[in-house]
């Protein structure tokens, strides 16, 4: 007897590959944050229609409205720590949010 494929929610697929989208990271880093395996969430990209936005560009190609002075660098670089660490503890949040309502299902 095989195994039958794991069957995930309507609303997990959604919220999946919104995520994948909506957060510009790589599939395989969003697939092994939510665990699920690479194939999968890229099977919901592509039938969502959302794969081309995930193919690699070239490393040497500059972003567009990419700062360009040492000065905007710099500024950016303090935004994005600053956002990083507001997502850090929205994840943080979260996770304790999911352990909290899996220990209420039991």
Not at 6 to 30: H, M, N, W
Not at 67 to 91: D, G, H, S, V
Request: with cysteine.
């Amino acid at each position: 007897m095989g195994t039958r494929p794991k069957q995930y929610a309507s609303t997990f697929v959604a919220r999946a590959v919104r995520l994948c989208d909506e957060s510009g990271r790589p599939i395989t880093e969003v697939a092994r944050d939510l665990g699920v395996e690479y194939g999968t969430l890229y099977g919901w990209m592509r039938k969502a229609g959302k794969t081309k936005r995930h193919a690699a560009s070239p490393p040497s190609a500059p972003s567009a409205g990419a700062p360009q002075t040492p000065e905007a660098m710099r500024a950016e670089i303090e935004r994005l720590q600053r956002k990083l660490k507001e997502t850090e503890k929205q994840l943080e949040f979260a996770k304790k949010a999911a352990a909290f309502f899996a220990q209420q299902g039991e």
